[in-house]
């Protein structure tokens, strides 16, 4: 039989777990990490319709500072030239070092997934274009020769927020 004084210090460190619990479940519903996969999920599904649109469509040859016209990067970010033999190593390990950081991001912290969710569905779109068409398809062009996609949105504000959010729990631990 325990005494008083285990009893109590038992039900003190049940308490002080359980209140630890509720606040990382409280801290858990408040950044709401779905809501990086449900934007990804979307952003995708737009991405690749406007992609489409722009694959019908074709080039615009009149272009004025903002417009939506077909260009095909056969380069990497910025239309850097990357020779093919080398694009897809360089991609295939890219793409496996991001599945390791989300598998692991899974169990330490769900928000960190979401955020990596979005960067692979923006990398999954540019890779289906690449093995498709044998370029990206870019469809938003700016003052003429500056060509981005959704998808590529993607991929910088997911680099953004997993800087913000590193830096966030550096200052909370």
């Known amino acids: 039989m325990l005494a008083h004084g ?6 003190t460190e049940f308490r ?4 630890t619990s509720e606040k990382k479940q409280e801290r858990l519903e408040r950044e709401r990490p779905w809501l990086w ?3 990804a999920v979307l952003f995708f599904v ?25 260009f095909r990067n056969h380069g990497i970010a910025f239309s850097l030239p990357l020779r093919t033999d080398l694009y897809w190593p360089a991609a295939l390990i890219i793409f496996v070092l991001l599945a390791v950081f989300f598998v692991r991001a899974l169990k330490r912290d769900k928000v960190r997934a979401g955020i990596l969710f979005m960067i692979i569905l ?3 779109s540019n890779l289906l274009d690449r093995y498709l068409y044998a370029a990206t398809t870019d469809y938003l062009i700016f003052f003429g020769w500056s060509a981005v996609n959704l998808a590529d949105g993607m991929i910088v504000v997911g680099l953004i927020a997993l800087y913000f959010h590193g830096a966030k729990k550096e200052r909370a631990a």
């Open 6 to 11: 285990e009893l109590r210090a038992a039900e």
């Open 16 to 19: 002080k777990q359980t209140i």
């Open 37 to 39: 996969y449900a934007a």
């Open 46 to 70: 737009i991405d690749r319709f406007l992609k489409e649109v722009a694959v019908i469509r074709g080039v615009d040859d009149s272009p004025g500072m903002v417009s939506f016209s077909l």
């Open 122 to 124: 923006g990398a999954i």
